[in-house]
């Protein structure tokens, strides 16, 4: 892992930023973040995958595994090039500050979006369009079916592709040509917006590592099955040939989170079908990742292993099996493709010591979280002092309540355990005070979310795992960034060895 011997960052996904259009965005406010991440002595921005998303607005669900959320666009920027005018931007509805309102953000963002799009056709200077020319002709392999799936999509009032006219769906040549030659101006409207949105990012990445903060990203396991890559490749998912319907569906067995476990729905892999191509999606998958993060963690990473396969037609994850997947044949042949890659395991769950060969084998950091460390004996892996140099520490991620709620819901006796170990109730608070454990910990890398560092309540959980709707939609505003905070952090990252020494710090 590309990181100094030790090192600290923050948890927040982009869309939890300040701003004005209802959702954060790659704006001023995330240069601000940034310079912030700079001020408290950080090195790693972690963010949740940043994809476009659809019903319940989770970004591991999303309608392509390497295209961009449109939502996130700064629409200033497009006004200062001339793409869109003041007025445009004038008498904005009157958003939420501290929750995103998607649907009123998506009825605001995609018109203006549309405009700049029709205005760049018109006045974009020469080397602009080239600019877009070269983006589209580089990434044809996922852009045109993509810009293409999106405008079917808007064509058929938002319809999955399996609910589409079999020929769309099974993706007849002469009815794509046709969709292609109909659709042209919708086409276009997503490729101009894919390269907007990579032009935006690739800007505010290069911002953030010219100051020394690497981009942590997350690449989930499985994709949407209403997605451009089910209905791209569906030989390597395993789908009725029929319906296009999940056949075997992905989820996890009863666990912290649930107690029939989790059903997720996407459909699983055709692993021998991805064996055959040397893994070919998955490597154009990962290579599309490094264009756009430093670090990448692999949601769900023990499904490499094994994975939970639930039968089409069943509502809950109980009655699944697992069924076993050529992890180690994959990352093999994606080591020798692209060389040693930066990264970590999300290895929760139920482990087994078959998962743990296979992270090791490849060196993966696993992660380690706080939350789940004081409700059994000595033995438990999540103590601090059971950690392994190599992992990524956490009091909690964005699955987990915030610290303060995940205290307060703590019966008196657990609480009680929690302060054992701390050494005593403090005065700084249980935010703090785990936040103390997380940096101390010998973790190489340790990440705080946000929420803890402003001390929220479950009012600032960002999601709660099984439940559909009302997830993805917490923010901050910019006064919640005290000096304080700022320099609070600071102290303790430099106090625990995780500050950096120099630009251009130290490599292992």
Known sequence: ???????????????????????????????????????????????????????????????????????????????????????????????????????????????????????????ATPERKESLETFCKEQADWLDDYALFMAIKADRNGESWYQWDEELAKRDPDALATCQKKLENEVFFHKYVQAEFFRQWSTLKKYANDNGIKIFGDIPIYV????????????????????GEAELMAGVPPDYFSETGQLWGNPVYNWEILEKTNFKWWVRRIEGMLNYVDLMRIDHFRGFEAYWAVSKGETVATNGEWLTAPGAEFFAILKEDLGELPIVAEDLGVITPEVEELRDRFAFPGMKLLHFAFDSGPGNGFLPYNYPHNCVVYAGTHDNNTTVGWFEARSPEEKQRVWDYLGGESAEGIHWSMIRLVLASVGKLAVLTLQDLLGLGEEGRMNLPGRAEGNWDWRYTPEQLTPEIRDRLAKLTEVYGRAPEERGDRED
Request: net charge negative.
């Open 224 to 243: 949407a099955h209403d997605s451009v890559d089910v209905w791209a490749n569906p030989e390597i998912f395993r789908l009725d040939e029929e319906t």
């Open 1 to 123: 892992m590309p990181l100094p011997r030790r090192a600290s960052g923050i948890l927040l996904h982009p869309t939890s930023l300040p701003g004005a259009f209802g959702i954060g965005d790659l704006g001023k406010e995330a240069y601000g973040f940034i310079d912030f991440l700079v001020a408290s002595g950080q090195q790693v921005w972690q963010i949740l995958p940043i994809g476009p998303t659809g019903y319940g607005n989770s970004p591991y669900l999303s309608y392509s595994a390497l295209a961009g959320n449109p939502l996130l666009i700064n629409l200033e920027w497009l006004e200062s090039e001339g793409l869109l005018s003041a007025a445009d931007l004038a008498d904005l509805p009157e958003f939420d500050r501290d929750r995103v309102d998607y649907a009123c953000a998506i009825a605001c963002k995609f018109p203006l979006l549309r405009k700049a799009s029709q205005n760049f056709s018109a006045l």
